[in-house]
């Protein structure tokens, strides 16, 4: 190998970027990794605030909370008790990713093999990514839900947008389906759509709700319950169901849904993700080095920020707050690499079917086909076990102890792989509640039914979603747990009845 | 595959319309910290912003999450000490580190503060939202400040009175120059060539002629440079800027006898420095002047006004006097609008008072923007403030208050300076 380096700064200068990008292109086409083309922007640390405070979208609709949260990122940085994230990449054909002027040529380049090719490759690859999210139009998609959002203040204030979209955003963790596939449809497909809903969806509310005394005779035992299958995605019901929203209403609902479903597999694909993007810079910058095209000087400055970035540190450090995502992911592809070339007879034992194999074909596999969850159960090894000396904690609100179920030996493997893996569910992290009941024919009111897992029981807020919950609903609601031997009690309902006055 | 955007140039403040609504959205209780925050500050200190805290609780945004207790399994790394089967201890709740520690962090709902600054304008615009200089409308003729013209350089565009004559003509000489220079240097070399030719015993005469029509040539071409030409015209350039001429002058009368404890002289301090900051909105320069009266009043400085301890009766019109003077000494009406502050427990001098009304109706409210009174008792009215009735009626650049405790000063001081007094409204 000829040692020749590139340039390496500390200045970095939009030549040299190019250099580096060109080599990094080469070095990810050898590896094998489809991406969308990439847009790489720089700009300021302020920018990069903007960024953040809203949640790293480039366009965004108007609304007090991104403030809230403008205000709180400055506050963090000026006081530099946080340091800004090095980039931000965003889910889109082309491909957009941020860096920052401030940043040295090696972070530069680390960024881009990072996001441009790690991350840009995960989007374009990961079977969640392709079935949930429609890189192509999404940028689109921002821009009317942007312009929708400050027409409707126009015609309707400020003020009301306002409540809807708090309402909106209490509840956007239920907008998404879970097990629907949703259907992809073109941006002027989308607007095309719009402007027919509107006119469409009310009149069929109404029908939904006609309630004339005709049917009065009828046996009200009989009448099918609606929904007739409990409800997961509750402001997708709201959209479609509420009586009173005007269209404009209905049409700031499914914003909201859409935008929460654009992000619901990044929440699903942290560790695998972040894993990924981690492998890729770690193997390319290495890749380029062993060529002589970086510099040791690059090389140390490279490895200095990465280690920093796949540290974990133990529960009982000050630092610790819960498991590294960058962690663990980088160490289990680096780890699934060791067990295709070099497996142990206990990697043999664990993993049959891939030990041995061709590492790359493996890890694409791996990208593509699963999520956090899932990747967890299948790729965990028992040397990654032992590494992070992984150990878990049985929190019993009836017992006055916590035990320890499992460590990091021969019989806790199987344990602590599924704790783990139970983990990144998210179903168990987040509460299960469903849209059970409406009294179509009664007072409209709308019941929702909670279903604790593990007796764990919904925290204090609720009352206050419930208000939220009200306002699109604008009819009684009432939300209700099923108790473990099938009993149902009554959690909270907005309005409020007032017992003790009467 | 990649293309690279600069986009360092763009905006950086894409998140200023959602950090105004945020502002809008809790105006109520930054408004509220505002009030309190201005009573740490000196009067005069209006340079910086303020750091504002709202309750987390009232400016959380409730999702439905998993509340404590139930049944958790935690996975945690860097297992240092422990086997499978061995019982922990609960750590004490709310007392995070040891190995249960998972709770904590589900729980959404911290109690600190929210903490942020806003720049100085934000605070002084919602310290002062909805008030109103008094008599501002009567004044509004003489502006408040006043555009002085500067000179501000050359242009080449202008009114002929303004043509400056030495520039206008460098410009045409260094023109001329330019535009002649290379015509000038050929001339010289055929003049020269032609000296050689006449020098000659036999004048080549065909040559002669060609040189000298091609020197005629070139001397017309160099004559027919316009002496002075439209882009050689420089004229004298004069920008208008703002030039302060109303000044302020505000005076603060406390009375600091023996009945004014130090917590009166402090409810008196805030309302001070409510003043000197609403003015400093509308006047760049504004002067304070501190009288203390007992029964004999005297200027001091800020240090003294606030906390040093006097004794003695109390006989009001010994300050409205000194301020008189000073105002015929220092502050002719004029050049200056004339702000008073008096603050008092309302003990007076029972004699004393008509004749209080009398110097203030006499003098000085007539050369006065605005007098405000403010009494800081718990007890009963005295002759001052039934006296000081009669002039709120009568002259509508007088008013007066009471306050009973530290609470009542911001609504007061509003109460003051509310836009569109209906006092006003009434004698317009």
Known sequence: MTYNPLNDGPDWTFERLEMYQAEIARVAEHYRLDTYPNQIEVITAEQMMDAYSSVGMPIGYAHWSYGKKFIQTEQNYKRGQMGLAYEIVINSDPCIAYLMEENTLPMQALVMAHACYGHNSFFKGNYLFKTWTDASSIIDYLVFAKNYVAECEQKYGIEEVENLLDSCHAL??????????????????????????????????????????????????????????????ILYFIEKNAPLLEPWQREIIRIVRKISQYFYPQRQTQVMNEGWATFWHYTILNHLYDEGKLSDAFMLEFLQ??????????????????????????????????????????????????????????????????????FVSQFLSPKIIRDFKLFTILDKESSPHL???????????????????????????????????????????????????????????????????????????????????????????????????? | MAHFIDRRLNGKNKSTPNRQRFIRRYKKQIKEAVSDAINKRSVTDISSGESISIPQRDISEPVFHQGKGGNREHIHPGNDQFSTGDKIQRPPSGQGGGAGEGNASDQGEGQDDFVFSISKDEYLDLLFED???????????????????????????????????????????????????????????????????????????????????????????????????????????????????????????????????????????????????????????????????????????????????????????????????????????????????QASDGDNWADDSPHCTDILANKLLKVVRYYAYIEITTRAHQSLWREYQGLSAAYNNFAMQHIRSVEDIYPIFRELFKKNRQKQQGAA
């Open chain 1, 305 to 374: 920020s990465h280690t920093n970035v796949v540290y974990q540190p133990p529960y009982n450090s000050k630092f610790y707050s819960g498991i590294n995502p960058y962690a663990l992911g980088f160490n289990m592809m680096v780890d699934i690499r060791r067990i295709c070339e070099n497996p142990t007879a206990e990697d043999k034992e664990w993993f049959p079917e891939f030990a041995g194999k061709d590492w790359l074909d493996t890890l694409h596999f791996a990208m593509e086909n699963f999520k956090d969850e899932s």
């Open chain 2, 131 to 341: 008030l109103e200089l008094p008599n501002l409308q009567k004044s509004q003729l003489d502006k408040l400040v006043q555009m002085k013209t500067h000179r501000a350089g050359f242009c080449n565009d202008g009114m002929p009175s303004n043509l400056d004559i030495v520039r206008s003509l460098k410009g045409s000489i260094a023109r001329r120059i330019a535009m002649t220079a290379g015509k000038r240097s050929r001339l010289k070399e055929l003049e020269v060539e032609l000296e050689a030719l006449l020098a000659e015993p036999v004048p080549p005469q065909h040559q002669i002629e060609t040189l000298e029509a091609e020197i005629e040539a070139l001397r017309r071409r160099i004559a027919s440079v316009p002496f002075i030409d439209n882009y050689d015209l420089r004229f004298r350039n004069y920008e208008k800027r703002p030039h302060p001429t109303s000044k302020a002058v505000m005076f603060c009368l406390m009375d600091v006898s023996g009945s004014m404890d130090q917590a009166t002289k402090d409810m008196a301090k805030r309302f001070y420095i409510l003043l000197y900051q609403f003015l400093t909105r509308t006047y760049k320069d504004i002067e304070v002047v501190y009288i203390r009266h007992h029964t004999q009043a005297k200027e001091v400085d800020e240090q003294e006004f606030f906390y040093s301890q006097e004794t003695g009766g109390t006989i009001v019109s010994s300050a409205l006097k000194l301020m008189d003077e000073i105002v015929a000494e220092r502050y002719s009406q004029g050049d200056w609008n004339i702000y008073a502050a």
């Open chain 1, 172 to 233: 956007m963790n239920y907008g998404v389906d879970r097990y629907k596939r949703p259907q992809q449809i073109s941006l002027f497909e989308e607007q095309k759509r719009q402007k027919e809903r509107e006119d469409y969806l009310q009149s069929q509310v109404n029908e939904l709700w006609k309630t004339i005394p005709q049917s009065k005779q009828e046996d009200t035992e009989n009448l099918p319950q609606f929904p007739s299958e409990p409800q997961e995605n």
């Open chain 1, 403 to 502: 035990e320890v179920k499992a460590i990091h030996d021969e019989v806790g493997y199987q344990k602590v792989r599924s704790s783990l893996s139970a983990h990144y569910n998210l179903s168990n992290n987040e509460p299960n509640i469903q849209v059970y009941k409406v009294d179509v024919r009664g007072d409209r009111s709308l019941t929702l039914r909670y279903v604790p897992q593990d007796k764990i029981p919904l925290a204090e807020s609720k009352i206050e979603v419930l208000k939220h919950l009200y306002r699109l609903w604008g009819f009684e609601v009432r939300l209700e747990q099923v108790e473990d031997d099938g009993n149902i009690t009554l959690l909270g309902q907005c309005p409020p009845v007032n017992d003790d006055k009467e």
